[in-house]
């Protein structure tokens, strides 16, 4: 390692007396007695939420609710709560390595990202079933699965360091895609990073090894917000929540920056591979554990089939200057 991680280390170096000092003056260690489940879960998806796009919510909230079969608000309230701390330390290990990162598109995003946010969790979540919260979780993001292998198949494709120029159309697709992620954000504490990572690995033609640590970084500034909403303003943090949130912690703050960590050696199609894998696990898992009723089955297929075509679309569009050459262009290893 060339660089030390110094803002990681030192947020390290904050969290971890904090929760120590808690934990044995509140007991604290008792919490894993019921939930043991929490840092086992985590241990896996802290490390795919700083290796992936997907965060640290796309294991922990089917896990939670397809598992353990909890409610969909406490697997989202832990998801917030957990990413808090994962990949916050993911993000602040890849500032500090100077790993790559796209700003311009982490700040037009978080420009989208945020109203969506605050309108979904105030206006969209109430009117959403448990059931179907799940299983269009998974569905989505099987489809986006699907439509970048079919892409990556492509021997001709070439991929970019960044947005490049950009047009004013440009930036009202962000923005509307980003809007639309932090609603999909506040249903399930997770989801605006890989939504713009579609947009910005398909239509774009970003690299993942760019589009990664970009989409870590944008789920981190929408994870804060997240969870100081449900804590100070919505008020519905639940006392499971903190009780699991607190065994996961440790495991969080190692596992999400050693994901991001990894990330940084391994080429865009073994990226793209671990994505395709954690999806379709996600997938299955899902149908496994609902055994959902025949209409539901046939609003997944819908949904997987109907996201597809969409994602697919994006990538066939591709905008102007993902298809000129140019300084951004080549990057395919």
């Not at 397809?66 to 993000?91: D, E, H, W, Y």
């Not at 930036?171 to 990073?193: H, Q, S």
């Not at 870590?216 to 919505?234: E, S």
Request: charge should be positive; charged fraction near 10%; proline fraction near 5%.
């Amino acid at each position: 390692m060339k660089r030390l991680p110094t803002a990681y280390l030192l947020f390290f170096a904050l969290v971890m007396p904090i929760w120590l000092v808690y934990m044995v003056t509140q007991n604290g260690f008792s919490f894993y007695n019921d939930h043991w489940a929490a840092p086992i879960t985590m241990f896996f998806g802290s490390f795919v939420a700083g290796a992936t796009s997907e965060g640290g919510g796309a294991v922990a909230f089917p896990v939670f609710t397809l598992l353990l079969k909890l409610p969909p608000p406490v697997a989202r309230n832990f998801s917030f709560a957990i990413q808090s701390i994962g990949m916050t330390s993911a993000s602040l290990l890849i500032i500090s390595l100077k790993i790559p990162v796209d700003w311009r598109a982490i700040r037009t995003v978080a420009i989208g990202g945020i109203p969506g946010l605050l309108f979904g969790a105030f206006f969209i979540v109430p009117l959403i079933s448990g059931q179907m919260t799940k299983i269009f979780f998974v569905s989505l993001w099987l489809s986006f699965a699907f439509a970048l292998y079919l892409a990556n198949r492509k021997t001709d494709r070439v991929t970019t360091r960044g947005l490049g120029p950009l047009k004013a159309v440009d930036l009202a697709r962000i923005l509307v895609f980003a809007f639309i992620g932090g609603i999909i954000t506040a249903i399930f504490g997770d989801g605006i990073n890989i939504f713009t990572f579609c947009l910005f690995t398909l239509y774009y033609s970003t690299s993942e090894k760019i589009a990664t640590p970009t989409s870590i970084i944008i789920m981190t500034i929408h994870t804060i917000i997240g969870f100081l909403l449900h804590v100070f303003v919505l008020q519905d943090f639940q006392p499971m929540t903190f009780q699991y949130w607190m065994c996961a912690i440790p495991v969080a703050i190692l596992m999400a920056p050693l994901g991001a960590y990894i990330i940084n050696f391994l080429t865009r199609e073994a990226i793209a591979k671990f994505l395709y894998i954690t999806t379709v696990v996600q997938y299955i898992g899902a149908l496994i554990a609902l055994r959902p009723p025949t209409v539901v089955v046939l609003i997944s297929f819908g949904t997987v089939v109907g996201g597809f075509l969409f994602f697919w679309w994006l990538s066939t569009l591709r905008s102007e200057q993902s298809a000129k050459p140019s300084s951004y262009a080549s990057l395919n290893s």
